[in-house]
């Protein structure tokens, strides 16, 4: 007995590309953590201003840059956010790269990460 074969379909063949895809934890993942609302960019950037100036004092008094924030005399909750602490020190597009500035917020866990540079003037955001 000889079974008859049919060339497998492209509706099926996607049906099976969506079945993979829903298996994979990158296809599926949402943000986990609190999202960028509305106000919060701005109250971030208040905050890391505050920060810059603390490290800039920092700077001028010592001559470089501290390797934390607790070396400038900054807290836990001088840094703390509801996206999570500030993170020093490193390049927005090159991680990499040391560049004196700073992030907060995380691409997996809130869907941004928001960059001050090491001048505290140029900020951005990466969605």
Not at 34 to 56: C, I, N, T, W, Y
Not at 85 to 90: D, E, F, L, N
Request: hydrophobic share 40%; charged share 20%; proline share 6%.
């Amino acid at each position: 007995m000889q079974l008859a074969t049919r060339p497998v379909g492209d509706k099926l063949l996607l049906v099976l590309l969506c079945l993979v895809c829903a298996t994979q934890p990158s296809c599926t993942r949402a943000p986990s953590g609190p999202l960028l609302e509305s106000g919060d960019r701005k109250a971030l950037e208040v905050q890391g201003a505050h920060l810059m100036f603390v490290l800039g004092s920092y700077v001028e008094a010592h001559g470089d840059w501290p390797a934390t924030f607790a070396e400038a005399g900054l807290k836990e909750a001088d840094i703390a956010t509801k996206f999570g602490a500030w993170q020093m020190g490193s390049d927005r597009l090159d991680p990499e790269i040391p560049d004196h500035g700073m992030d907060v917020g995380s691409d997996s866990a809130n869907g941004f990460r928001l960059h001050c540079d090491g001048s505290g003037q140029d900020w951005y955001l990466d969605p």
